[in-house]
Nanobody
Framework: QIQVVESGGGLVQPGESLKLSCVVS????????IGWYRQVPGNQREFIAA???????NYADSMKARFTISRDNARNTGYLQMNSLKPEDTAVYYCKASVRRNAGRPFDDYWGQGTQVTVSS
């Protein structure tokens, strides 16, 4: 089984920073892509950024200025650095890992349970 576990969320004041982590574990051959999303209750899940195993990344236009995605392939871990946080960044943040479990399989997507980020004074 593949597990995806996010951590690092919490309550911060406007203007502060947080760094989220996403650890992928289980029977893994490769993780072609790790992505971050967020969701506010009542809204659709929103794409933030994704990074390929080779280091290429893409961002939602509205996220580029303050959010940075990175990953440590040796640790099967992805990160999301969030700076200058605003109250409107309050949401549950989710990690999605696209995982290949062996050479003969295409990748499957696995989601974490989410981590709450609250930005409030």
């Amino acid at each position: 089984q593949i597990q995806v576990v996010e951590s690092g969320g919490g309550l911060v004041q406007p203007g502060e920073s947080l760094k989220l982590s996403c650890v992928v574990s289980g029977k893994i051959w490769t993780i072609p892509t790790i992505g971050w999303y967020r969701q506010v209750p009542g809204n659709q899940r929103e794409f933030i950024a994704a990074m390929a195993s080779g280091g290429g990344s893409n961002y939602a236009d509205s996220m580029k200025a303050r959010f940075t995605i990175s990953r440590d392939n040796a640790r099967n871990t992805g990160y999301l650095q969030m700076n200058s946080l605003k109250p409107e960044d309050t949401a549950v943040y989710y990690c999605k890992a696209s995982v290949r479990r062996n050479a003969g399989r295409p990748f499957d997507d696995y989601w974490g349970q989410g981590t709450q980020v609250t930005v409030s004074s």
